[in-house]
């Protein structure tokens, strides 16, 4: 099937370490989102993409959070020098242009020690 | 900046209807959609209102008021299935990015 995916689904780093996540959206959607979500709590907008252009990232993104979506397909997120504030689960999301409606993969679940 | 407001918990018994309120307040406005998210899972789209007025979808319908700031999930005929947290989210801006509430935990019980 062609959901959403992405992988690693889980990640135990140590403090201080570079991480990267990857994201495969739904192939014919030109829209991809980053979201971040702790436990208790809805996700929070990180970034988001048209094709392969970053057309908007969150005023609270950290310099230390990074993501491209080279050639219009996958999608990486980097965080470098991780923090224990950056546990949480970093979900992707892809939608068409036209549409409301946001198709959310499993997440990757981030565990900084 | 954007907030959303709606109730932390909601307990009903099988075959009840629930309703779970929203409000919102932001700098812009496209629509307002809801989210279900059972525990462990992707939040999955359940509907999306952009205009005033009821929209309904099977067991699941969802109203707006924009001149409220206000909008409501209800669920009728419910199951144990529907045991999960229930999202509201406005889309503040034409990208479409979502900007969610805190959840709402609904427990179904027999």
């Known amino acids: 099937d062609t959901g959403v995916s992405q992988d690693p689904r889980h990640k135990i780093t140590k403090r201080g370490q570079n991480v990267t996540f990857r994201c495969d959206p739904i192939?014919?959607?030109?829209?991809l989102y980053w979201y971040r979500q702790t436990l208790g709590q809805g996700p929070e907008f990180l970034t988001y993409f048209q094709n392969e252009a970053q057309l908007e990232k969150s005023r609270l993104l950290s310099d230390r959070f990074s993501a491209e979506r080279p050639k219009g397909s996958f999608s990486t997120l980097e965080i470098q020098r991780t923090e224990q504030g950056d546990s949480a689960m970093y979900l992707c999301?892809?939608?068409?242009?036209?549409?409301?409606?946001?198709?959310f993969g499993p997440g990757t679940r981030l565990t900084v020690t | 900046g954007q907030s959303l407001e709606q109730p932390s918990e909601v307990t009903a018994v099988e075959g009840a209807i629930v309703q779970i309120n929203c409000t919102y307040q932001?700098?812009?406005?496209?629509?307002l959609s809801w989210y279900q998210q059972h525990d462990g899972g992707a939040p999955t789209f359940l509907s999306y209102n952009a205009l005033d007025g009821l929209e309904e979808t099977g067991r699941f319908s969802s109203f707006l008021s924009r001149s409220d700031s206000y909008g409501y999930l209800l669920l009728q005929e419910l199951q144990m299935k529907d045991s999960a947290s229930y999202f509201c989210a406005v889309s503040p801006g034409s990208a479409r990015q979502l900007t969610f509430g805190s959840g709402t935990q609904l427990t179904v019980l027999p």
């Open positions: 192939s014919e959607h030109n829209r």
């Open positions: 932001t700098s812009g406005f496209y629509g």
């Open positions: 999301a892809s939608s068409l242009v036209q549409g409301h409606e946001q198709y």
